[in-house]
């Protein structure tokens, strides 16, 4: 039944109430103040005293405050002007007290940068939408050993048109080269470089569906005989080789030795297959080339399926397709495959999510900590606030006034953190980008994006509740009137405050426990990783790079001439003890597989059984140059060459695994596991020691053939030389150069820098939660010292009385450091028990360690506890300074 | 009376209203009306009385000027504006109509 009014008197009285600054506030209190007077003067008429009148009149009006504070909050806009209020009055505040709220503020900025930074990495990666259409209804298909499961095994070429013809599931298909990108050596002006190049048939961009930035994609229309060699480069190496220059379509490079026109860019975050900077088509490649007839023919299916189809589903049409096609295959299918399916976003996005997702765990667990942090430390100034706010409380201000105002101080002290976390999460992210190893996928699309900032301002907000609440709701527990009648002032904590305060040191301590003993386990499997033991000896070895004329080396009987001539050539050198040529770089995981074969005596069923072989095809140096011991038998010789009996070594593995408990030295093998008269049997001669030349995380068993008989093309050499870097490069091209003018050596790098690339991933973790471990020991050790520093200030007089009453300096240390110890300590085995369920989260992440390795939990929880002496070192001190007579005398 | 419930915070905007139908009055004379007009019924306190004179004025239904109090003090003159004497008509019949509905249902006092 309130009367209405006027709606527009209404908003005028808003405006001016919001913009007309404390003028409706002075105006407010004039008419109080003129309300009181003529009370007053009312009083003094009917015959009081003006004392006893004045007294009576404020008797009568009760609070001045609160009749102000309840007349405001009736007002237009009264909620916006009351938080404008708050927000100015808690700007007064962090003024005032600008030690503590830097702190408070660094803190939780602090938290807040890490969680942005991990939050734009996840965005960037995992979340947001390739740049591909409708990412959902593509797939990567290849195959594998039906019995083993090993070894990707490709299709045809002419498989992707034969699938895309019978499918009724796909709508669309194109192939793409089976090993992801190769190196190929792109020339222009003379000069060479390496790009990362990806084969491609013509269908593949318009399966995917996307278009160029710049000129168009390769088409079907490119992908015929006869069609001229074109190339689409990537937004990166657009902007990195090219500068961003429009003017580079139809600009002509040399590829592999032919001409191709560039005739488009692709849109940044183009990263498929990873690392690529080149499309072309497999039909460029030269069938005379080495393994061109592989790379011409050999590629994974990538296919767009009809909405609604499921993964289960293509891969079972998939299945029976290319058992028809396989049967009418010729020459005959000897090896029993299945084709395997994947999402596309698995195969691009690939195996980093569950890092990702625990480095998130981990900084969360920070942010935690920061937000604990800052709550123990607007705790603690609550506490020498109680008597402010015993007064203003008794002057008639309402609880809940006092603890909004506490909520939307600690509310501007979080978006100042989030201003600041943002800044320094922009800044950490670009060091971090130039940081990130190659494997890392989409980082083109890592940034802080609107999606990014509403999170980080959503999690200023949720840190703002965390700390403010619970200081909150204890001022409001506070017994006001034994605060003022004790002397707030001083500040003495009550019970539930210190023990509020001493919970949150606990948890700070428990959390910081868990993200240590985390970055100890990624420490120590790094270093585990670093000093593996390769099973070959990487010190003084180097690596050259050639580039050969492939035109001039079709003949593969001359380009095993031509090694054989720089071989004997860089052997005459004094400093280089050994030199053999390589075909695949190590550590990369790629290489020539045999992913089955059958020894002799083996029944189809046992052969199927055998694990799947690394191929090398190597020259008789390779064992001395490598430092890999032959255990028994012999390495190859010169003898070994074609024409000759076919021989093979295999490693230790192999041998032990096929012929357990005998002499393999003269027993065969064939590659295959389906009976196959034609192909030939290898007689072991050697057994050599395992290597991790393929892959750093684990030795792969492996078959040897010597290059006479079974050659690849090597593009590498290897040398054993004491000789320096540059020295051994000058060698090199001198050496080189003496045999063929027209190969070239493109790089010659130290063998151990191959370890950079297999190591970069897990010491980019590493280094990550490292950096948050530190965080968090530093926030906690911060958080212990800020209580005990309270905690000795707010027990002085009991310190005093215990000095004063005989108690000895050391007696006193030993009290205050007992109490800091038993903190850390209970928040040290909490912190134990929590980092033994979570380190399960890095167990993908662990080489050689396991996720409950005692020396990186136990070590983290003495760290902690270490940390923790350290940090009461300063309490300590001043509990022993106390000076009991004055400070005694001064209070009672 | 902070807690009292709209319907008697509707009793005292009419009441406000009411003790300005004659002329324009400051915050202590409208309390002190009020108690005349409501013989002594209601003694409207300063907590109760300035929240609701502000919500009025900014409803438009009160208008304000400063001006000398007969003890010569500057205050706050307050008086209806011709929105606030309709509004006060219409409040009036509806608390007679209430009024009256009230007495009916009550029935006499035996």
């Known amino acids: ?892 | 009376m902070e807690s009292r419930t709209d319907l008697l915070r509707g009793t005292l905007d009419l009441l406000i209203l009411r003790s300005l139908t004659t002329a324009p009055l400051h915050g202590l004379g409208i309390s002190r009306r009020i108690a005349q007009i409501t013989q002594g019924s209601f003694d409207v306190k300063a907590g109760s009385l300035f929240p609701a004179l502000y919500r009025l004025e900014e409803r438009g239904l009160l208008a304000a000027e400063w001006g000398d109090s007969d003890t010569q003090r500057r205050a706050k003159f307050y008086r209806l504006t011709r929105l606030g004497r309709k509004q006060m008509q219409v409040e009036e019949a509806n608390w007679r109509r209430v009024a009256i509905a009230m007495e009916h249902a009550l029935g006499p006092t035996s």
């Open chain 1, 1 to 892: 039944m309130t009367p209405r009014g006027s709606a527009v008197s209404w908003f005028v009285a808003l405006v001016r109430n919001l913009f007309g600054g404390g003028r409706r506030d002075a105006e407010l209190r004039a008419d109080i103040d003129s309300y009181v007077e003529m009370l007053v003067d009312e009083k003094v008429a009917g015959g009081l005293t003006p004392e006893a009148a004045r007294r009576r009149a404020l008797i009568e009006v009760g609070s001045v405050d609160g009749v102000k504070d309840s007349t405001r909050s009736v007002r237009a806009g009264a909620p916006l002007a009351q938080i404008g209020n708050d927000a100015r009055y808690a700007l007064r505040m962090i003024r005032r007290d600008w030690t503590f709220s830097a702190v408070a503020i660094v803190t939780l900025a602090i938290g807040i940068a890490g969680t942005t930074v991990m939050l734009a990495l996840i965005q960037g990666v995992l979340l947001r939408p390739l740049p591909v259409l409708e990412q959902d209804r593509l797939i990567v298909a290849w195959k594998e050993v039906r019995t083993s499961g090993s070894a990707q095994y490709p299709f045809g070429k002419t498989d992707i048109e034969a699938v895309a013809d019978a499918s009724r599931l796909l709508v669309n298909t194109a192939g793409v080269s089976r090993h992801g990108v190769g190196r190929a050596v792109i020339v222009e002006n003379g000069v060479s470089a390496f790009v990362n190049d990806a084969l491609i048939t013509g269908g593949f961009f318009d399966v995917l569906g996307v278009r160029a930035i710049l000129g168009r994609t390769i088409t079907r229309a490119d992908d015929v005989d006869g069609a001229e060699n074109v190339i689409v480069i990537s937004h990166r190496l657009w902007q990195r080789r090219y500068g961003g220059s429009r003017e580079i379509l139809g600009r002509i490079v040399r590829l592999g030795e032919q001409p191709f026109t560039i005739v488009g860019v692709m849109p940044p975050d183009s990263d498929y297959p990873r690392g690529v900077e080149v499309w072309r088509t497999t039909r460029s490649v030269p069938a005379t080339g080495p393994f061109g007839d592989a790379a011409r023919q050999e590629v994974n299916l990538v296919a767009r399926l009809r909405p609604g189809v499921t993964i289960e589903q293509a891969t079972s049409e998939l299945t029976t397709l290319s058992e028809q096609l396989d049967a009418k295959a010729s020459p005959k299918v000897t090896v029993d495959l299945r084709p395997v399916v994947r999402s596309y976003e698995d195969v691009v996005v690939g195996d980093i999510r569950t890092s990702l997702i625990a480095l998130l765990s981990a900084v969360g667990l920070v942010l935690l900590i920061s937000s604990v942090n800052a709550a123990n430390l607007l705790l603690m100034r609550g506490e020498t606030r109680r008597g402010e706010l015993a007064v203003r409380a008794a002057l008639g201000a309402r609880r809940s006034t006092i603890v909004r105002q506490l909520i939307v101080e600690s509310l501007v002290l979080a978006l100042a953190a989030g201003a600041v976390g943002l800044a320094v999460a922009w800044w950490s992210l670009q060091a971090l980008l130039s940081l990130v190893p190659d494997g890392l996928p989409r980082v083109e699309s890592i940034r802080i994006d609107a999606t990014v900032l509403a999170l980080t301002l959503a999690i200023a907000f949720m840190t703002a509740l965390l700390t403010g609440f619970a200081p909150a709701l204890l001022s409001m527990k506070a017994d006001l009137v034994s605060q003022l009648r004790s002397g707030g002032a001083r500040g003495v904590a009550g019970p539930s405050a210190r023990h509020g305060r001493r919970t949150l040191v606990v948890a700070q301590v428990a959390l910081a426990v868990i993200i240590v003993a985390g970055a100890g386990l990624l420490i120590r499997s790094v270093l585990r990783l670093q000093s593996v033991d390769m099973g070959l000896a990487v010190d003084h070895l180097m690596l050259v790079n050639l580039d050969v004329p492939q035109a001039k080396y079709v003949d593969r009987g001359r380009h095993a001439q031509f090694l054989d001539e720089v071989m004997s050539q860089l052997e005459s050198v004094s400093s280089i003890s050994a030199a053999t040529p390589v075909n695949v770089a190590p550590f990369t995981g790629q290489g020539w597989d045999v992913p089955t074969f059958t020894a002799e005596g083996q029944n189809v069923q046992e052969a199927a059984a055998n694990a799947s072989l690394n191929l090398e095809s190597i020259h008789p140096n390779y064992f001395d140059t490598f430092d890999v011991p032959v255990i028994r038998g012999r390495a190859f010789t010169a003898a070994d060459r074609e024409g000759s009996q076919e021989v093979a070594i295999v490693s230790e593995d192999v041998a032990a695994q096929t012929w357990p408990g005998m002499d393999p030295i003269g027993k065969r093998l064939k590659i295959g596991h389906l009976p196959d008269p034609k192909t030939k049997w290898y007689t072991i001669v050697g057994v050599a020691a395992s290597t991790r030349y393929r892959d750093l995380m684990r030795a792969r068993p492996t078959l040897y053939l010597p290059a006479a008989q079974f050659q690849m093309t090597a593009l590498m050499l290897a040398l054993r030389t004491t000789a320096s870097l540059d020295l051994a490069a000058s060698l090199a091209r001198d050496r080189v150069h003496a045999v063929d003018p027209d190969v070239h050596v493109i790089r010659v790098a130290q063998f151990t820098e191959m370890l950079d690339e297999p190591l970069a991933r897990p010491r980019f973790n590493a280094f990550l939660l490292t950096v948050f471990g530190l965080t968090a020991l530093l926030l906690s050790t911060i958080g212990l010292y800020a209580v005990m520093a309270a905690h000795v200030r707010q027990r002085d007089r009991e310190i005093a009385l215990r000095l004063a009453l005989g108690a000895t300096a050391t007696s006193v240390r030993s009290f205050v450091l007992a109490e800091a110890l038993w903190l850390a300590g209970l928040g040290a085995v909490i912190g134990l028990v929590g980092a033994a369920a979570a380190t399960r989260l890095l167990r993908g992440m662990l080489f050689q360690v396991d996720p409950l390795d005692p020396s990186s939990i136990l070590g983290a929880a003495l760290l902690l506890i270490a940390a923790s002496v350290l940090a009461s070192y300063g309490p300590v001190r001043q509990a022993t300074g106390i000076n009991a007579s004055s400070l005694l005398r001064n209070d009672y």
